[in-house]
């Protein structure tokens, strides 16, 4: 069974920055091979993708955060990384990482992010 912990998240005021970070363990197959994704929900709003990174370390942005986040990837520990500047009170949500391969998608617990002064 595949698991995620995600850290990283908190408080941080307007302006600010956040890394988010999610380790994945327990696969079958290797990390990878998953293309790697964060996405958002904040309270009353569907979950919407922020970003991902393929299996061949492409990547793609909501357009609300290109300029100010990066996603990132690390196959030999198994770490997918958000790194989040100049966070604005719209960024605040709940992300989950979340691991997909054909056939298959994960979903993390979720670690929140409030961004408030």
């Known amino acids: 069974q595949v698991q995620f912990v995600e850290s990283g998240g908190g408080l941080v005021q307007p302006g600010g920055s956040l890394r988010l970070s999610c380790a994945v363990s327990?696969?079958?197959?290797?990390?990878?091979?998953?293309?790697m994704g964060w996405y958002r929900q904040a309270p009353g709003n569907q979950r919407e993708l922020v970003a991902e990174?393929?299996?061949?370390?492409?990547?793609n942005y909501a357009d609300s955060v290109k300029g100010r986040f990066t996603i990132s990837r690390d196959n030999a520990k198994n770490m997918v990384y958000l790194q989040m500047n100049s966070l604005k009170p719209e960024d605040t949500a709940v992300y989950y990482c979340?691991?997909?391969?054909?056939?298959?998608?994960?979903w993390g617990q979720g670690t929140q992010v409030t961004v408030s002064s």
């Open positions: 979340n691991a997909r391969r054909p056939m298959f998608d994960y």
């Open positions: 327990g696969s079958r197959s290797r990390f990878s091979s998953y293309h």
């Open positions: 990174i393929t299996n061949t370390g492409s990547t």
